[in-house]
């Protein structure tokens, strides 16, 4: 699990330090405001470092000139720059970019890196791990990915797509085999509400997705609503073991395409599989999400989940951060206020 992440001129943020929940975390703020590239970020120092654990297992052991071009090349492909300079905060002059990475229980894990303005490909590990977060790091992008699955890993590998990694990564993760026997069985509880949602299960068959509906029969996942493709997708990286216990889930704006009441559903979802054990990131600039998640988090059978909810305002001098245990230590703020400002007007013309 990603536990800290200190970050100085790094595109949007001029100083900012990050503690995250090993449970739940909820990244809150409005467009422009950092929360994606937060989310992002996170991702990069997790799946890269996992990369190399694998690479490590593998019987190689990468050298530090590897490790910086590999991180390097990882920033480049998932925030999609033109170089790794252009993720330095803009301004007059040369800029040194730093960012630190922390993991929970794994301290030997945790890197520093820096670069510049000028930098093009590689960074500086200013500090080089000693060893790598060898668990899953899953990222859920805006668009769903399983009606574009067949054929994309392919096709990304051949071909120059101006299409960030995530979903390449997404991908490859979707490809892995159902679990079977006592471990599938580990994970009925958590796919039961996202199925009864679907009426149905997700299912690959010759590398293409299908939702199967009992009565109803099979559909083809072009046909499906968007909003259930993104659920389904979950239900799929449930159901393979890739969303396990010590795994980390990253979802930007999981409340894309989804009405209300499955808006509850997946926060409900979100919370369970941090209770199983998988850590949670969730950018949203949702109240109803937000607040959904914090009325979750303090029910007494999650009250072992731990949880933060990070506001993000953008400003002249970069993006503002405040953190807090609920959402009502972190608002009203300046992303929700059209909002909460909405709903005041429209219960002022229905009295």
């Known amino acids: 699990m990603i536990s800290q992440l200190k970050v100085k001129n790094f595109t949007i943020f001029r100083d900012a330090n ?7 975390n909820v990244i809150i703020g409005s467009n422009g405001a950092g929360k994606s590239h937060l989310l992002k ?20 052991r990468p050298d ?49 890196i820096s670069f510049s303005t000028k930098s093009t490909t590689d960074v500086i590990l200013e500090k080089v791990p000693d060893e790598f977060f060898g668990d ?10 399983l009606s574009m699955f067949p054929g994309f890993t392919g096709l990304y590998r051949d071909r120059e797509m101006s299409i960030d990694e ?26 039961a509400p996202v199925e009864q949602i679907l009426q149905g299960d997700i299912r690959n068959e010759n590398g293409r997705f299908y939702l199967v509906q009992e ?3 099979k559909f083809e996942i072009p046909l499906v609503a968007e909003g259930f493709r993104k659920l389904g997708a979950v239900a799929y990286l449930l159901a393979n073991g890739t969303l396990a216990s010590q795994s980390i889930l990253f979802w930007d ?13 997946v926060a409900e979802l979100l919370v369970a599989i941090a209770r199983n054990g998988t850590q949670v990131f969730a950018a949203t600039h949702s109240l109803f999400i937000m ?6 988090l303090g029910k007494t059978e999650n009250k072992e989940v731990s949880r933060c909810f990070i506001a993000l305002e953008k400003t002249n001098h970069g993006a503002v951060a405040k953190s807090g245990a609920s959402a009502e230590e972190v608002e009203p703020i300046t992303a929700l206020d059209s909002e909460i400002e909405q709903s005041q007007r429209y219960m002022e013309l229905h009295r």
């Open 18 to 24: 990050f503690d995250f929940a090993d449970g739940v």
């Open 41 to 60: 970020l996170a991702y990069t120092a997790a799946k890269w470092s996992q990369e190399m654990a694998l690479k490590e297992k593998g019987g190689t």
């Open 64 to 112: 530090k000139a590897t490790l910086q071009k590999e991180l390097g090349g990882k920033l480049v492909r998932v925030f999609r720059p033109e170089s790794v300079g252009r993720l330095s905060r803009r301004g007059v002059g040369v800029r040194k970019t730093e960012v630190e990475a922390s993991f929970k229980n794994q301290s030997k894990a945790g890197f520093r």
């Open 136 to 145: 899953e790091a899953v990222f859920f992008p805006t668009k769903e990915m």
């Open 166 to 191: 995530t979903y390449f990564d997404l991908c490859l993760a979707l490809e892995k085999p159902l679990l079977k026997g006592r471990r599938f069985d580990e994970v009925k509880t958590l796919l």
């Open 215 to 217: 009565g109803a029969g």
């Open 253 to 265: 704006e999981p409340e894309t395409n989804l009405n209300p009441a499955y808006m509850a559903k």
């Open 291 to 296: 607040r959904e998640l914090s009325m979750l």
